[in-house]
């Protein structure tokens, strides 16, 4: 374990930061809902995703030792009009259920590695948990918070309220009153819910139903918000430290699930509860009926009407991370860019670092002002992170520092005027901050500069050769060829350049 530091929490239970404490000293518990695979991963999805990598990648870096759970949903979420999406996706492609879920896992999958989003500790599947899911409804019975009609099993919200008074509710901010018609499968057996509030625990199949189990009221599948407290109970424990989502998720899905755990055990599932905003497009909410939505290989080609060209998976991925996670992120062409140019420059900043000479001539052991103002802006980058991993302000600090680096590089300070163990600790923190922290990835393009830059040496020589002997019609088909590549050549009084356009 490092140097502890004091990590703060936006908790949404209590609706203020709060100090993290795990319950086990050292180790830290987290579960955060993953995708429904039933489609591709949206964007949204992706910036939900990155967030919590974020705060895995601190807590490791922290020392602590996480284990993080975050399932995969392939059973048991349904539509509006009380279909499952995998047996929806399914009946549309004419495959198994499993093999919309295999699908659409491996693109997501895939999609998370893009972003360099390190994978859990544990991915646990629904359809992997049916008997967990089903005891877990027992002990609800058990316990009096349940019911059972015609084979489907509810939650029983108001007697649950009635015994614990304040509970539900508390997380999404809303009383019971708003919850009424609000409940997601509200449009589904209504009649046979004691109230509207209730839930379904379990759902006694259909015909048309694709992905059934035999369970003791029914063959049937278990309510969507189960499987997050089955399994996070059985990897976590009945009460663990973190539980994450988007915070469209704080209703029904995590009130349920806080309902459920006290239902089952009498035991709140976990301590702190994190919530990411959402992702706009051009200010409003993303959305594929009216045209509003980027998806990730739109933004990777440029192939969309939202931006001027395409971006690199880790320009977005900075591109998220100068939002803290709990505002609103709006993807913007122009924001894209700036963050582009944001992520260019934090890497040449970072390759300036790599050159910069650790021993001093002449330090005379002191501390010099710009030793202290450098170590002043690392513990800014570091308090960043520290007050609920907020990355704005790391980055910033980061930047600030990137000015001493020039200014050492170009000899503004000189370099006996910064102690060597100060140039040694900032090239262990930047290297820290940008790949281990924020998860960024040096681009393939900036790894193989070396090649492209030798290539097009090479490139330009032969030009110039053709130049010297006056063949102007190789040198103009040089030329020609490397503009219709997206390469222009410039003729200017210091030499030949090249930019890529
Ligand atoms: P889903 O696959 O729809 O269950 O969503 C997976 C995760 O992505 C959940 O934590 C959602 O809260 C989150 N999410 C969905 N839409 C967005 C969005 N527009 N912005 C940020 N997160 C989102
Ligand atoms: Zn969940």
Known sequence: MKQPRVL???????????????????????YVCGPTVYSDVHLGNCRTFTSFDVIYRYLLHLGYRVRYVRNITDVGHLTDDGEDRMAKGAKVAQIEPMEVAQRYAVGFHDMMRIFNNLAPSIEPRATGHIPEQIEMVQDILERGYGYERNGSVYFNVIKFSQDHPGVYGQLSGRVIDELMAESRDNLKNQDEKNHPADFAIWMKARPQDLMVWKSPWSTGFPGWHLECSAMSTKYLGKTFDIH???????????ENEVAQSNGACGCSPANYWLHTNMLLLNGKKMSKSDGNTINPPQLFSGDSEHISKAYSPMAVRFFMLQAHYRSTLDITDDGLQAAEKGFKKLMDTYALLQKLPVDARD?????SEHDRAILALIEDAYEGMDDDFNT?????????????????????????DVAPWVIERLKSVFSTFLFDIFGLREEAAREDNGTVD???????????????????????????????AGIQVKDGKEGVSWEKV
Request: hydrophobic share 40%; glycine share 10%; no cysteine.
């Open 392 to 416: 704005a302000i790391a980055i910033a600090a980061l930047n600030e520092l990137g000015g001493y680096v020039n200014k050492l590089t170009h000899g503004q300070i000189p370099h006996n």
């Open 363 to 367: 330090f005379d052991g002191s501390e």
């Open 454 to 484: 030798n290539l097009m040496n090479l490139i330009l020589e032969l030009r110039a050769n053709a130049r010297a002997q006056k063949d102007w019609t190789s040198s103009d088909k040089i030329r020609d060829a490397l503009a219709a």
């Open 8 to 30: 703060k929490l936006y908790n949404s239970l209590s609706g203020k930061k709060e100090i993290f404490n795990p319950i086990t000293p050292g180790y830290v518990g987290m």
């Open 244 to 254: 994450g989502g988007g915070n469209d998720l704080k209703f029904p899905h995590h």
